[in-house]
């Protein structure tokens, strides 16, 4: 069964009305619009009122940042991944059909970016143009050097999958989004998102397995040698 | 390395450590610009999707266009072109001095003797028509699947497969001489029923006043010393019958392919057929449908599709035609003919080749064939059954076609077998 697509509807996007005030995001947020359900968002969204695309970006953008963070790992720098989620939104806005399901649509435009930019760092990663980034973002939750080289050398198993098992293994597993809700998302059938959350399962346990580095991390966390 | 530690709980560890990810505070810093700059991001946004979009569009359109480029390219043929040497031109044709000739792209070339005139009529991809309108022209084609060759000499008209001969066209006499030296030629042409095709080594001579002779072939330089009257000669009815005492044995068979001019005929698809235009008679058997055609068709359709079919390689509709030709008319000289052309598409050897060798040869033991079906019948039992089988059927061919175009390789079947 194929899973229904997000609702769209074709009408021009309209010209969004943002406002470019300087100071911190969340502190000039209508109050009205704040405390707006999804679809009253959406529909002030789509009709370009002021402070409703910040609204959305300070409602979505924990959301949206964490999970690309999960996805691409510690070693990556989402900030740009997330700026582009939500210009794609802001552009997209007009299409969106159903404004109560604003949150799905942001999933749906996450995951295609995510997508997007796996191929796009596997390609930079063939052609050797991927420089070593800092593991700031790991760094700053887990001091703990062990753990932030293994979570590297997961990360890097990861990289071995293509890039929808990828996706889907991160945004199920690690994440914990439902199969329907990825299948939407994606817009393919349910099996075929269970199938490929098989292989990625499958595959992941057998390079990890194989990881001597990952495996003696783990052993000594079930020996109680790490902390 | 504790090697009780399972795949799955390192997986499930690392998972755990994952979803640390992401808990990092927003860049506050970077979050000010982005939302300071929104208007220009969004607009800048759109007109790079914009162009992503044209920019798709325009690869999608010139991956087409490069892909038609390539499809034309592989299929749209280009004509044969050509180069004359040592020639002049006169009244729109080449007139021929000592070493005029015409050098075509395919490779092939044709002479043209001292005082000749001839011009290129029609020029295809596949080969080229020659008017020839009087004096001589030796002929030399590459042999190249597909080809449509042609010499038209005033209402004489030589269909060319790859080959080598020399043609000669006496406009005051209305007199063709052609000298077959390798290859094939169909000809057409006044007193000549259907097509008349001749082997290496055979001479046609002919005039629209009285029956075309087939000789063993002289050089033409030679012949023209030497009159008509003196060269022994059998007419082509004669040959067909089988009732001429040939004064060459072999070679003075020609191979005659005999349409019915009453049906179909010399103006329907057989002479599509003799000018080349095997397509032609193709499509209109597929408009009639083929079912049709071989169970209703007059004997001269029949034998014009099954050639049609033959020289366009179609094997499968050649073999259909031909069944059908011995199937409903059985006795009929086309149809004891059709056997023999049975045996030539099926494989190189087979025993159904043999088979249909040693049918012709039963039902026509002194047709027009019969040379070549006892040639390759010797051959094909060489190759199947040996020196000891074949060797008898050798002293036959010699005995029969002592210079028929397997003698060579009998006397060397004999000669091996006596060692």
């Known amino acids: 069964m194929r899973a229904p697509p997000l609702a769209f509807r074709h009408v021009a996007s309209p010209q969004l009305r943002l406002e470019s005030a300087a100071g911190s995001p969340s502190s000039t947020a209508p109050i009205e619009l704040s405390e707006a359900t999804d679809a009253e968002l959406a529909c002030e969204l789509q009709a370009g009122a002021p402070g409703a695309a910040r609204v959305v970006w300070l409602r979505y953008s924990p959301m949206v940042r964490r999970m690309l963070a999960r996805a691409l790992g510690p070693e990556r720098d989402v900030e740009d991944s997330l700026q582009e989620v939500f210009l794609c939104l802001f552009n997209k806005a007009g299409e969106l059909r159903n404004p109560a399901s604003l949150r799905a649509f942001i999933v749906s435009i996450a995951i295609r970016t995510l997508r997007r930019e796996i191929r796009r760092r596997k390609l930079r990663s063939w052609l050797r143009l991927d420089g070593n980034a800092p593991v700031e973002d790991l760094r700053a939750v887990n001091p703990d050097t062990d753990a932030r080289e293994a979570l590297i050398r997961f990360y890097a198993l990861l990289d071995r999958l293509n890039s929808r098992d990828r996706s889907v293994f991160v945004l199920h597993v690690i994440e914990g989004m439902d199969v329907e809700a990825i299948a939407s998302a994606l817009e393919v059938s349910v099996p075929t998102i269970r199938r490929s959350l098989t292989r990625g399962r499958e595959r992941i346990a057998l390079l990890a397995g194989r990881d001597p580095m990952l495996v003696d991390y783990v052993s000594k966390l079930e020996r109680g040698v790490l902390p | ?419």
């Open chain 2, 1 to 419: 390395m504790n090697p009780e530690t399972k795949p799955d709980a390192v997986v499930e560890r690392m998972v755990l450590l994952a979803r640390q990810l992401g808990s990092k505070a927003a860049d506050e810093k970077r979050e000010r610009q982005f939302m300071a700059t929104l208007s220009e991001r969004v607009a800048a946004h759109r007109i790079r999707s914009a162009r992503r979009r044209q920019f798709t569009a325009a690869a999608v359109l010139a991956a087409a266009c490069l892909g038609s480029l390539f499809w034309f390219g592989r299929h749209v043929e280009q004509r044969l072109s050509y180069r004359i040497s040592d020639g002049a031109l006169g009244d729109g044709n080449i007139v021929g001095h000592e070493n005029t000739s015409v050098a075509f792209s395919d490779g092939s070339r044709i002479k043209l003797t001292d005082g000749a005139r001839a011009r290129i009529g029609e020029i295809t991809a596949h080969g080229a028509r020659v008017d020839l309108v009087d004096g001589q022209v030796s002929v030399d084609i590459v042999k190249a699947e597909g080809n449509a060759w042609f010499v038209q000499a005033g209402p004489y008209q030589v269909h060319v497969i790859g080959t080598a001969f020399d043609v000669r066209w006496l406009k005051e006499q209305r007199r063709i001489e052609l000298d077959l030296y390798r290859g094939s030629v169909a000809v057409t042409g006044p007193h000549i029923e259907g097509q008349l095709r001749l082997q290496p080594g055979q001479r046609l001579t002919s005039t629209p006043d009285s029956p075309s002779v087939v000789t063993r072939a002289q050089p033409l330089a030679a012949a023209r010393s030497a009159s008509a009257s003196d060269i022994p000669k059998i007419t082509a009815e004669q040959a067909d019958a089988g009732t001429a005492e040939p004064a060459v044995a072999d070679l003075s068979n020609p191979i005659i392919e005999r349409h019915d001019s009453t049906a179909a005929g010399l103006t329907g698809w057989s002479r599509l057929v003799a000018q080349g235009d095997f397509e032609r008679v193709l499509d209109a058997a597929q408009k009639r449908g083929i079912d049709n055609v071989l169970a209703a068709g007059t004997p001269a359709e029949l034998a014009a599709l099954a050639d049609a079919a033959r020289y366009g390689r179609n094997t499968q509709l050649a073999r259909r035609a031909l069944l059908a030709e011995r199937k409903r008319f059985p006795g009929a000289a086309a149809a004891r003919g059709a056997a023999f052309f049975l045996g030539g598409i099926e494989a190189d050897g087979s025993a159904a080749a043999l088979g249909w060798y040693e049918t012709y040869l039963a039902e026509s033991p002194a047709g027009p064939y019969a040379p070549q079906a006892l040639g390759r019948r010797m051959m094909i039992v060489h190759r199947r059954q040996g020196l000891g089988a074949s060797a008898p059927l050798a002293k036959e061919y010699l005995k029969r076609f002592a210079q028929g175009p397997y003698a060579s390789a009998a006397r060397k079947i004999l000669e091996r077998s006596a060692e």
